[in-house]
């Protein structure tokens, strides 16, 4: 602690060099002294995992006010040997924005970065990294109700991750994931210089639109490209359980949601719930969770050509404007819109963990019933299990083009979601334990060579980084799931950009 001490201490006199006789810098700086430190710390973190008393804690925390604030924070944590972390909406599915298990460290967290410019002539908007992408999708809408934006479906979740992640959300199939539609970027690099696309290079404006900002550089701003969306567009929630076809429908699924129309996305839900016969024993059931974007009477037609067995009828769907539909995924239908500008509506009051998969050949129905027993027998309570479909524009861009490499070939994500709310080690370990031996069991389901991994749905039991330097070859046994070919050439502009190492996480991108 002594060492801590005293590192804390000249990391704040550091600082305070940096950006002389500012009254308002001192405001926005957080120690552990600090009665607002632990609700500043709480804020954003969604997941009760991180949390516990053992979880490692920041000795300092910044809500910067002024770019300056950031380039203070990385000089003097460079400085004083702190290791930095930067936040935006703190979705993190292993904390690594806001916990780092090597210590010191320091916080930067961007709650203050919100401003978002929507340019409705030129179907762009600058918005900045410590927006949600639900205060993106409300200030596009207040502009336009003929544009819209390719991201998530939780409003909460952050664009400064999100965006650097990937991004996948109801309106891919036909515009791509939000890091497809990036036009420009502002980011500081380990030595506190402000770029952009032109400043930066192709190389790490290519690296930061999927590979995870956090290894290069703390991200200030996206530019990103506005979509066409009609004035109406329809959404469905369908519900069948194994006791009402779901296995051949979800068997049936596979071979359509990445060949449809690219303006329907149906994406599919499997939860495990009591049957409604009289033993009410557990079954499986399928939610088949859509948007087109488009009118009723098309969409009844379409899916009577593509995907007849679901039985879709007009009734079971519903016209809305394409805002509404961020409402209606989310599960917020009859709030007021500006629920979308509430940072707090998800802040976790359960534990959470993450893993996912991509299936690159349809399961079997043979498959699908040994899948259901296994969740049917599980020993834990709430799971989800979420198909996510691939094919259209995600499809059509090359694999090389950024980062994120799941493109032609892939007919769908699989995220596996175990939740709970007990406390206590023992209910943890049941908890992961299932979920591991189930990640275990899919194997034979999914990718191989490598079995690929969504980067946003970040899973540290992929394999960590060493906490000193990792090898390119250590770090290849994670990096090769979430980036497949592009591995290597992040590694590159990781070694040009910041060959020191400085922005390091557990899964960052390791120097060569
Ligand atoms: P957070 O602030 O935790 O950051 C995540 C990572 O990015 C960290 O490594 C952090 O350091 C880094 N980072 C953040 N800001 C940065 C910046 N300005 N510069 C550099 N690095 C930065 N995904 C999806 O594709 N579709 C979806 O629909 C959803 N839905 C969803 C719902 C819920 C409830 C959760 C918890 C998560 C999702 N996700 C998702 C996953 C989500 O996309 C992923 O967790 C993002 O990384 C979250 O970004 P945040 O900024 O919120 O996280």
Not at 57 to 67: N, S
Not at 246 to 264: E, F, I
Not at 296 to 313: A, C, I, K, R
Request: charged share 20%.
């Amino acid at each position: 602690w002594a060492t801590s001490a005293h590192i804390h201490e000249n990391f704040l006199q550091c600082l305070s060099h940096q950006v002389p006789n500012s009254n308002s810098f001192s405001k926005v700086i957080y120690t552990p002294h600090n009665s607002s430190y632990a609700s500043i710390l709480q804020s954003f973190i969604r997941n009760l995992r991180f949390t516990t008393p053992v979880t490692p804690k920041p000795l300092v925390i910044i809500t910067p006010l002024q770019e300056a604030h950031i380039q203070a924070a990385i000089y003097c944590a460079k400085e004083h040997g702190m290791n930095f972390r930067v936040r935006s909406g703190g979705h993190d599915y292993e904390g690594l924005s806001y916990v780092s298990y090597e210590v010191p460290f320091v916080i930067v967290d961007l709650v203050y970065f919100q401003s978002i410019t929507i340019d409705v002539e030129n179907s762009t908007a600058w918005v900045q990294a410590g927006a949600t992408i639900g205060q993106l999708y409300y200030r596009i809408a207040e502009k336009s109700k003929t544009l819209g934006f390719s991201a998530g479906v939780c409003p909460t979740v952050g664009v400064g991750g999100h965006f650097s992640g990937g991004g996948y959300g109801m309106m891919s199939r036909k515009y791509g994931i939000a890091a497809d539609n990036i036009i420009d970027a502002r980011l500081i690099d380990v030595n506190g210089r402000i770029h952009d696309r032109k400043s930066m290079g192709e190389d790490l404006f290519w690296a930061i639109r999927g590979g995870g900002g956090a290894s290069f550089g703390v991200i200030l701003a996206w530019h990103i490209k506005l979509v066409p969306v009609p004035k109406i567009v329809t959404v469905f929630t369908v519900n069948r359980t194994l006791e009402q076809n779901a296995t051949k429908l979800v068997h049936r699924w596979q071979y359509v949601a990445d060949k449809v129309d690219d303006n329907l996305l149906l994406r599919l839900f499997l939860r495990r719930v009591n049957s409604s016969t009289e033993d009410g024993r557990r079954t499986i059931q399928a939610s088949f969770v859509s948007l087109f974007l488009g009118g009723v009477d098309t969409l009844v037609q379409l899916m009577q050509e593509s995907f007849p067995e679901l039985g879709l009828v007009r009734e079971d769907c519903i016209e809305m404007s394409w805002i509404d539909s961020i409402l209606y995924f989310a599960d917020l239908s009859g709030e007021p819109l500006d629920v979308l500008l509430n940072r707090n509506t998800s802040v976790a009051d359960y534990y959470f963990k993450g893993k996912s998969d991509y299936a690159t050949e349809p399961i079997s129905e043979e498959g699908l019933n040994r899948i259901w027993k296994e969740l049917i027998a599980a020993p834990i309570e709430t799971f989800e299990f979420l198909f996510s479909p691939f094919g259209g524009r995600i499809s059509e861009i090359s694999a090389t083009e950024t980062p994120f490499p799941h493109r032609s070939g892939t007919l769908y994500n699989l995220h596996y979601a175990l939740v709970w709310e007990e406390k206590g080690s023992s209910e943890f370990n049941r908890h992961i334990t299932w979920i591991r031996r189930f990640y275990s069991f899919m194997a034979p389901f999914v990718s191989m060579s490598p079995r690929s991994a969504y980067l946003n749905y970040r899973d540290l039991d992929l394999g960590v980084n060493n906490k000193g330097n990792t090898s390119y070859g250590q770090a290849s046994i994670w990096g090769l799931k979430y980036f497949g070919v592009n591995f290597e050439r992040l590694a590159h502009v990781k070694t040009m950009v910041d060959p020191g190492n400085f922005f390091k996480n557990e899964q960052s991108i390791p120097i060569l």
